[in-house]
């Protein structure tokens, strides 16, 4: 059964529009996670700066000082 013309263009525009769609949407989560990622990193070089002045003790790396302060905190509940 033949298609009229009408279906036919409208299944142009959809596919275009649907494509269309797509870029946008990839460009708005790329950028969106793009932004997620350096907000993240600064936060985390930030935490590790002060963990790292003000709460490791004598010989005791940023990690171990974190688990430490995560284990102190669990027992204190």
Do not use: Q
Request: aromatic share 6%.
């Amino acid at each position: 059964m033949a298609k009229s013309k009408l279906v036919t263009t409208n299944e142009k525009i959809a596919e275009k529009v649907v494509g269309s769609y797509k870029k946008v949407e990839n460009t708005v989560v790329g950028t969106y996670k793009k932004i997620e990622d350096t907000v993240v990193g600064g936060y985390t070089k930030v935490e590790d700066a002060f963990v790292e002045r003000y709460l490791t003790k004598e010989g005791e790396s940023v990690e171990e000082a974190k688990e430490r302060l995560k284990r102190e905190h669990d027992t204190s509940k």
